[in-house]
């Protein structure tokens, strides 16, 4: 397990950190001086990814604590919210959350459900577990909830009931082939929005709408966040594919460095 040098130290709470657009906006955040801690089932293949896309093993060391175990794990998840600080008198806890858990597709033989994930409920299970894990900390130490976090998730275009947000090419393919996977999505998102209040176990939550992904976690491979188009649910942002590695950095810059109240309560998309 990797440890940070000091666990009194700012810092923000990854989970999914090894898929592409939270891989890459964690590089990012750990380029910009931040700690970090992230929840992973096999911490030798975030630190290899990590190692991969140029950091070194020191600034690692430094400012990543690595937890391992995985989002079905309430233990864990706490002490990736409180940088292995849960069961102390007065637990730190990260000040942003930023989750990117997601499933692998499937296909299958279905006309009308051609496709789903391998774990159809990931990104509610997920939500709902991170949602248990903060009231069970602010419980064991009610002081904690002065300080709760933020949270930023990663959902995806195609599931907003207000205005289309998907080009006229893609919605069957959206609507349609990936509308069973989208339902864990749409779930996800009211999860967080309805935590995220005066008396929520956020401070304020995000969610980040992109259009189809394309590409890895690379963070050189993108065109770069200032090239990324913005939006919101009411005036999205419409186009047909962005970079995983854009997400990620846009996330870093206008989320994580400067904390993300101006998105509080949003539904941003995202496209190139």
Known sequence: MTTSTSTSALFIAFFGATGGCTNACLVHTLNAGFHATALARTPSKLTDMLLAQGLSQSLIDTQLTIVKGDIADIQAIKNVLTNNSATTETPKLASQIISGIGGTPQMRMSLSKPMTIDNPEICATATKNIV?????????????????????????TGVSDVREDVPFGFRTFYHVVLADPHKDKKVMENLVIENASLTGVFRGAVVIRPSLLKGDQNVKSGKGWQKVKVGVEDKPAVGYTIHRADVGQWICEQIVKTGGESHFGQKVTLTC
Request: hydrophobic share 30%; proline share 8%; glycine share 0%.
């Open 132 to 156: 248990q894990s903060l009231q069970e900390i602010y419980a064991s130490h009610p002081s904690t909830a002065q300080n709760r976090p933020s949270i930023t998730v990663i959902s995806t």
